[in-house]
Structures are given as structure tokens and as C-alpha cells.
Antibody, heavy 120, light 110 residues
Framework: QVQLVQSGAEVKKPGASLKVSCKAS????????FHWVRQAPGQRLEWMGW????????KYSQRFQGRVTITRDTSASTVYMELSSLRSEDTAVYYC?????????????WGQGTVVTVSS | QSVLTHPPSASGAPGQRVTISCFGS????????VNWYQQLPGTAPKLLIY???ERPSGVPVRFSGSKSGTSASLAISGLQSEDEADYYC???????????FGGGTKLTVL
């Protein structure tokens, strides 16, 4: 079954770090790029960055540069997103998504989303 | 930050045709293809249209997309109650060197 399965909900305190996993199955993991997109309550989808699962290349949104790290483990067909120095504004649903084509913004498979709450 | 804009809401009666527009700029829609997503409450977005007018397998033919210059449109014909959802446009942005999304149009089926 072609899918992405993400890790469960998280509650974090301000200043803490977050790591969300996204496991791929049903296709050749290294043939694709995987992106992380978040959606704060009532807000638009916001791109955070991507990783090329084949060669490990990454690119991050300027907005998150220095705070976000995206990695992949080819042996586990899993991508990870780490976000540091959390603040209340980081409360959102975080999605991983598989991109079709290159630099296309076309994401055909999405994870189910990970709800992250940042609160003291 | 570069963003795409479209109307916050749209509506139509069952069986009608509705169109949702998306406006961008030369750094995104003007130089890239447009994709459309449908998001039902509490679920992840679903790819509805990619490369301006292509439908992924399983998407009904009553969903269609088009692009002209720096704007794009999603048309839904034969509106059904299950089409009630939020719709987002997306395109690659050369300035951001990443994807940008619209703010979403909430479609109500009357």
C-alpha cells in the first residue's frame, strides 16, 4: 500500500525541540523527494523544506533556516523533521508529502499529519 | 513571503458548476505549473489537479484546471454534497525556491 505514516501527536514546552518521523511504504523510497508542510490553526499551508531521499540533499525555507533539519534513513524508508527553539506560534499540524516530478509543488501522497502543541 | 491568493469562499447548488480562481505572480504561477488540493475537515490535503490540468488516477472528470499568465482556475461541474471542502492552489516559487500555497477557498454546497 502506497502511503506515508507519521509519528504521533506531541506536546512541547517553549524552547524545546521536536522530531517527527514519516515512514514510506509501497514504493521505492529513494526515487522521490519528500517535503514537510505545516498548517497552523486557521492558517494556510506553509512549506518548511525538503529532502531528496536518493542523495540526501536538502533545502529549507528561509523562514525556518537555522531551526529546521530534515534527514532521511534509507534503510528504514523514513524521513525526519526536527524543529528547535519551539515557540507557541509553532503549534500546528505537520505533514510530510511525496513530490511527483521535480520542483513541481505537486504532492501526491501525504502523511496523516502530526498535531504539535507548544505550550507552557 | 510570496503567496497565492484566492477568494475565501465559494458556493453552489447541487448539480451546478463552480469556479475557484487563484492569483499569483511571475515568480510562481507565471513561471511554473499549478496544482490544486482538496482538504476535508481534519484530514490531509488530497491532490486534485497537477500540472495545470492533469487529474491523478481516481479523481472524477468533473474536476478540471486551467492556467493563464499569472492566474489559474479550478472548475467543478455537477456539484455534489461531498465536494464541500477547502480548496488550495499551489505552485513552485522561484524566489522562495520552494512551493507556495493559496489561503484556501471554502466551498459550500447549498
Amino acid at each position: 500500500q502506497v502511503q506515508l505514516v507519521q509519528s504521533g501527536a506531541e506536546v512541547k514546552k517553549p524552547g524545546a525541540s521536536l522530531k517527527v518521523s514519516c515512514k514510506a511504504s509501497g514504493y521505492t523510497f529513494t526515487n522521490y523527494a519528500f517535503h514537510w508542510v505545516r498548517q497552523a490553526p486557521g492558517q494556510r499551508l506553509e512549506w518548511m523544506g525538503w529532502v531528496n531521499a536518493g542523495n540526501g540533499d536538502t533545502k529549507y525555507s528561509q523562514r525556518f533556516q537555522g531551526r529546521v533539519t530534515i534527514t532521511r534513513d534509507t534503510s528504514a524508508s523514513t524521513v525526519y523533521m526536527e524543529l528547535s527553539s519551539l515557540r507557541s506560534e509553532d503549534t500546528a499540524v505537520y505533514y510530510c508529502a511525496r513530490e511527483i516530478g521535480g520542483d513541481s509543488a505537486a504532492f501526491d501522497i501525504w502523511g496523516q499529519g502530526t498535531v504539535v502543541t507548544v505550550s507552557s | 513571503q510570496s503567496v497565492l491568493t484566492h477568494p475565501p469562499s465559494a458556493s453552489g447548488a447541487p448539480g451546478q458548476r463552480v469556479t475557484i480562481s487563484c492569483f499569483g505572480s511571475s515568480s510562481n504561477i507565471g513561471s511554473s505549473t499549478v496544482n490544486w488540493y482538496q482538504q476535508l475537515p481534519g484530514t490531509a490535503p488530497k491532490l486534485l489537479i497537477y500540472s495545470n490540468n492533469e487529474r491523478p488516477s481516481g479523481v472524477p472528470v468533473r474536476f478540471s484546471g486551467s492556467k493563464s499568465g499569472t492566474s489559474a482556475s479550478l472548475a467543478i461541474s455537477g456539484l455534489q454534497s461531498e465536494d464541500e471542502a477547502d480548496y488550495y492552489c499551489a505552485a513552485w516559487d522561484d524566489s522562495l525556491n520552494g512551493p507556495v500555497f493559496g489561503g484556501g477557498t471554502k466551498l459550500t454546497v447549498l
